[in-house]
């Protein structure tokens, strides 16, 4: 059984940081492509980053470039959201997801991610 448990969310004051993790268990890690996505009350959930497989390509929404690091950790089947200079619009509830795939391009399309956490609340105060 799949399974990707997101934890490190929390409460913090604007300028900030906070470290996401995700633990994946039930699939061969380095098999998929990973991503976080986030999801604003009233708004529709949005690509914030992705990885390829073994870490070598990233992506990052424009709205978190160069404040928020994607990594991973295939030996700990863990993925990372380091973030940094938090805002209060980057409130949210955030997952992470899983891409099988056997190219290293990374998509932004929620759809075609196989698998999802159920999320971990993000609240920044101004």
């Known amino acids: 059984q799949v399974q990707l448990v997101e934890s490190g969310g929390g409460l913090v004051q604007a300028g900030g940081s906070l470290r996401l993790s995700c633990a994946a268990s039930g699939v061969v890690f380095n098999n998929y492509n990973m991503g976080w996505f986030r999801q604003a009350p009233g708004n529709e959930r949005e690509f914030v980053a992705g990885i390829s497989r073994i870490g070598l390509k990233t992506q990052y929404s424009d709205s978190v470039k160069g404040r928020f690091t994607i990594s991973r950790d295939n030996a700990k089947n863990t993925l990372y959201l380091q973030m940094n200079g938090l805002k209060p619009e980057d409130t949210a509830v955030y997952y992470c997801?899983?891409?099988?795939?056997?190219?290293?391009?990374?998509?932004?399309?929620?759809?075609?991610?196989?698998?999802w956490g159920q999320g971990t609340q993000v609240t920044v105060s101004s």
């Open positions: 997801a899983a891409d099988y795939t056997l190219i290293s391009s990374i998509t932004v399309r929620g759809l075609e991610y196989d698998y």
